[in-house]
């Protein structure tokens, strides 16, 4: 491990734990040559399938490009980031555990409008209107009569 003051090669570990998640090993690190201390974390590197977008390109599935989805879903609306990273996480987990090399990006999108609809209903029609395309303001419209009528069945 390279010492981020010195760039010295030669470490030793004082101590090595689970993170708080547990999906990581936090070791506090001494530098051999400056003795100074750092941090370092050991995570298991995953597997993350290729995602086919609707024109038939395929990239790597980006964490960081739903979240920017997600902030501006819900700018300026009572959502905390750390909800929206949890969705990520959530969505980032099960893309994991479905095993798969390749995944439709419609797989993705249907999967931050689940979240959304369950978190903020105005995030989830400013989400839904860019993801879907809405043409005109009748099927936008048509949206938000479904959610209605989903709100006033679950009650």
Partial sequence: MKCPFCV???DKVIDSRTSKE????RRRR???KCGKRFTSYERVEDIVPMVVKKDGRREPFDRPKIL???EKACEKRPVSVEL???IVDSIEKKLIN???KEIQSTWVGEE???SLRELDKVAYVRFASVYRQ???ISELMNEVKTLFEQKGSKQ
């Avoid at 547990?22 to 090993?25: L, P, R, S, T, V």
């Fill in 30 to 32: 001494e530098c051999l």
């Fill in 22 to 25: 547990g999906d990581a090993i």
């Fill in 134 to 136: 809405f043409k005109d």
């Fill in 84 to 86: 929206l990273e949890g």
């Fill in 8 to 10: 010295n090669l030669e």
């Fill in 112 to 114: 931050v409008m689940s």
């Fill in 98 to 100: 479905l095993g798969v």
């Fill in 68 to 70: 920017r989805g997600l």
